[in-house]
């Protein structure tokens, strides 16, 4: 027996994301996310550290 769901849609999304230089080789950024559905939310987070040479 097969059963449908319905699929939930998304009501809002937002999302910020930023970057700072520490000097001249290390740069420091990080994002994060949100979306809101009518029945659920996923909220994702991110950290990235970055030398250049």
């Known amino acids: 027996m097969m ?3 319905s ?3 998304t009501r809002v ?3 910020i ?3 700072r ?3 001249d080789r290390w740069r420091i950024g990080g ?3 949100i979306a809101q ?3 659920d939310r996923d909220i994702t987070a ?3 550290m970055r030398c250049t040479w």
């Open 17 to 19: 994301y930023g970057s």
């Open 21 to 23: 230089a520490l000097n």
């Open 13 to 15: 999304l937002l999302g």
């Open 46 to 48: 991110s950290v990235t």
């Open 37 to 39: 559905g009518a029945h």
């Open 7 to 9: 699929m939930d849609k």
């Open 3 to 5: 059963q449908s769901r």
């Open 31 to 33: 994002e994060l996310g």
